[in-house]
Every structure is written in C-alpha cells, then in structure tokens.
C-alpha cells in the first residue's frame, strides 16, 4: 500500500504547536522558581455561620495546597452560631499555613464568634478604632432576648476561650470575661490586655509588621518572608453566596410558607402548574436554608400541620374552622422553628437564631386573609342556597351550599382534564370543579354545573358519560 507524504504545511504547524507547549512549560516553571511568596486574603462579614465556617475551612485548605506564606482573614462580624465558631476554631489551631485575623477596617468588630476566631488565629490584629469582645445578646432577627442560658453551656464557652488563649500565649482572664460578663475591649485595650498581637492600620501595614516573625504551626515553626509578596483574594462561590443570603431565619420562614402557600393554590386550582412548581422550588431552596441554621422540627411539624388544614379547608369546606387553625399551626411553627427549649443553647453574647415577630404576623395575616375569603364564600355559599330553597328555586344536594340560583344548570367548556378533579371555565371565571361520575373528562369538552360545594363544582359532561367513556 503507498502512503503519502505528509504535506510540509500541517508537519510545520505540528512542530510549532509542540514548540510553544515546551516554550509555555518552560516559562511556567521558570516563572514558579521566579514568583514571590504568596499571601492569600479572604474577608469575612456579617454572622457566622455554617457557609462561613466552610468557606474558612476552604481558603485553610487552598493556602496549604499552595503552600502559600501567609493567609490573612479580614473580620468584621457582630458574631453568630457557636457551633459554627467552634468548626471555625477547629480549622484555624489545626492550620499548618501560619493564619492571621485582622479585625478591619477602622469600626470593624469581632463580636462574640468574632473574639474566639481572633483569639484562634496564629496572629491576632485589629485595626485602630475597632472592638473586640462580646456583644449584648441578640436574638437572629435583631431583637433582645431573655437571659435563660445555662451555665453548662457558658462554662463550656469559657473553657474554649481559655484553653484558646493558652495555646495561642494570650491573656486568657480577659478573654475569659467577654464569655462571663459580655467584656469589650478597644483596639488599644485588647493590644494592652494581651488579647491580640498588634495593631496596623491597613494590610500593608499588617505585613510590613509581620515581616520576619516566627510562628508557630502544628508543623512547626515558620519564619514569615513577606518582602515584595503578592496578596491573592480568595472570595465567596457564587453558590455559597446563595446559600449565605437565605441562610437567614427570616428568610427560611418565608421561603417554607410561601412554598406552602404555592401548594396550597395548586390544590385549589389543579392543572395550572405554576403554582405547585413555584411551591416545590421555594420549599426546597427553604429546607436548603434549614441546612445550615440550628431548626427544630416541632417548628416544621407545626407547619406541615397548617397546609394539611388548609388542604382540607378546601376539600372538606370547613366554613373557616380549619383555615383559623392552619394559620394558628403557621404562628406556632414560626416561633418554634428556629427556638431552642430547655435552656442553655447559647453561651453569652451568641444570637439566639428566631424568626422576626413582625414576619410571623405579615405571614399570619396573609394566610388569615385566605382562610378568611374562604371562610366568607362558604357562607354565603349556603346563605343563599337556604334563600333559594325557602323561595322554591331548584336546588343540588350539596347540603345548602350551592348558590344554586346562579351557578347549577349554568354550562361550560373544561380548561384543564378532570381526573375526576380539574379546571373548568363558566364565561369569564375559572373554577374547580370535579366530574359527578367519576370519570376523566379531556380538556375541551362541555360540561354542565349540577352541584357546588364551597368552592367546588360537581359538573357533568353535556352528552352524557357515554361520550367520555374509554377517552383521555
């Protein structure tokens, strides 16, 4: 067999390809021996949480692989969940890459989990003009909470701060106190009580001054060359960004209701999709959120309890009697949810993770509103179902309900398949409705309204069930 010759065009760019790869190798390593030492910065705001400890424990984790000199974690939090804080410390104490903890900028605060994540690092600083200590408690949504803690849970806090401070050859009396007695201290006080290490002004500052110090890892001990190093941010995933925002107990409640609410208009309309849909997502992306929050499931039981009544308030017509207990149910799971009984969750100066009272009586009236309207059409439903039996008009026998003067008789064309229960349309309204035999009715057919139960119709195919028998 004769092979042809390679055409001198393709082997030359062959050979050029293969050329700028050893070329590119080549500068990449000679640019690997030439580049300066690496300083990593990863900012940290607002509360602690889980995403938080993970994103911490994943800039720990790049810094190492990089073999970076230095990472340098930028603070500014008014605090957040203990169990978060102590993943956090854990993290931090068992860094082998030297980690330093700069409360800036100016005003910035190390609040409660703030204070031990600073009291952890290797280096502690704080930028003049910013606090460190333990903060008035708070509860997640901002309001002031009773003192009900226990001293279990506070000697415990006390404990870690200590052995902290001693592992890290800090004060630990004054550490000790922001746990015991909510102590704050300034920039300058915390430098005098022997809290933190130094104080800069900026990040330049923070790494000319930490120049040629010795620290002191779990691998030993590391001399820092910072000279003409280059910072590299480290920054939040856009995913761990989602998460962060609805990680927030406010935002959890409404994400859980208004998905319950998204089934609940599925329930009541079958066939239109968007609802449920929307429903699904929104009680999804809420138990996302209760992931990464301390919740209670008496608080979820409660709040499945109220879309079961308020299901029921649609199927079974309860005048109004199920829909009050459903949004009862709701409240009763808003403030459970996030609550924690028993005392002693939660040393001093950590929130106490709650829903917003004002969120629970927006949501509450919401749903009041609902099971109010119902309510409202169910009666008249059978006040004028009596006025037109007293009055001799034909009635349906759906116990009084129907408005039987304006509705039975009335005919239609059906918008979404009942099976047996669907979506049919009477001139310009859409109603739910369910077939009087059972049957799946197709979209399209005409039916005929013979009974109304609250907000329910019980129709009929015009033709008779003949015509429908054995189609889809």
Partial sequence: MRVAKPNALILVLCLAFVGLGLVSLFVHHRGAAAQSSTVMLLRIEDTINPIKARVIARAAATASEADAELLVIELDTPGGLYGSTRDIVETLLESPVPIAVFVSPRGAQAGSAGTFITAAAHIAAMAPGS?????????????????????KVTNDAAALIRSIAEERGRNPD?????????????????LDEGIIDLLADDLNDLLAKLDGQVV???DG??????????VE?????????FVDFIANPNIAFLLISLGSLGLI????????IGPGIAGIICLGLGFLALGNLPFNWAGIAFIVLAVVLAALE?????????????????????????GSFGGGAVPVGFPDVSVNPWVLVGVGGFFALIAGYLAFEAVMSRVQGRRAAVAGTPHSDSDGRSETGRLVGATGTVTSALRPRGVVSLGDETWTAMSSDGLTVPA?????????????????????????????
């Fill in 444 to 472: 399209g057919r005409r039916i005929r309204v013979v009974g109304v139960s609250g907000l329910v119709l019980t129709v009929e195919v015009i033709g008779g069930a003949q015509s429908v028998e054995g189609q889809e």
């Fill in 131 to 151: 606090n460190i200590g333990a903060a008035t408690p708070v509860s997640g949504s901002g309001e002031d909470i009773g003192e009900t803690l226990a001293d």
């Fill in 265 to 272: 208009f599925e329930l009541m309309t079958p066939g239109t």
């Fill in 314 to 338: 649609i199927f079974v017509s309860g005048f109004g009697a199920l829909g009050i207990g459903a949004v009862v149910s709701l409240i009763i799971g808003g403030v459970l949810l996030f």
């Fill in 221 to 230: 001990e590391r001399e820092l060359n910072l000279t003409g190093s280059q």
């Fill in 174 to 190: 004054p550490l000790e106190q922001t746990v015991r007695t909510a102590a704050s201290y300034s920039a300058t006080e915390a």
């Fill in 233 to 241: 941010p480290l920054k939040m995933q856009w995913r761990e960004r």
């Fill in 216 to 218: 002191t890892t779990v």
